[in-house]
């Protein structure tokens, strides 16, 4: 009789492992066509682009990110004023409203790799965690494209 207490009891642990599993919470935040191109080396800063679209009912804020490709990864908006000029500023927090997508662009908001620990080779990954101001991260691998790429598909 013990035994079969047991035995029920394992099984019963087990399938409520198997709920928890099937009722654990969705992602509200996706991360899609995450890309970058080929570097010149290691002396000159790379880039990564993607979007980021927030599913959840909640404003979400990135507010960090990190990769061992790179030891100051930030977020830069590229700009152009009326006198042809451009500029790159970092962003710090970026805030993604309820059912909304940020994209981040060349020429636009972009993610900087500045302070590369390895070159960027055409073929080859990396892993760039997005983190957010509640603590939750999105982990995304990033296909690194040739070095005139302009896109994912392109």
């Given at each position: ?7 029920l009891?394992?099984?019963v ?5 198997l709920?928890g ?22 002396n ?17 804020t ?47 908001l ?13 073929g ?31």
């Open positions: 009789m013990n035994s079969i207490l047991k035995t009891g394992a099984s642990v087990a399938i409520a492992g709920a599993t099937a009722w654990a919470e969705e992602p509200t935040v996706i991360v899609e066509d995450a890309w970058s191109r080929a570097s010149i080396g290691m000159r800063p790379g880039a990564a682009y993607m979007t980021i679209r927030n599913l959840g009912a909640e404003t979400e990135l507010v960090g990110i990190r990769t061992d490709l790179a030891m100051m990864p930030e977020i830069h908006l590229s700009a152009t004023n009326e006198q042809g000029v451009s500029t790159m500023t970092p962003m710090g927090d970026i805030e993604i409203a309820p059912d909304e997508t940020v994209a981040l662009e060349p020429g636009e972009h993610v900087m790799l500045m302070r590369l620990s390895r070159p960027m080779i055409e080859e990954t990396f892993a760039l965690t997005l983190v957010f101001v509640d603590g939750d991260e999105a982990t995304v691998e990033v296909p690194i494209l040739g070095i005139a790429a302009r896109g994912p598909t392109n």
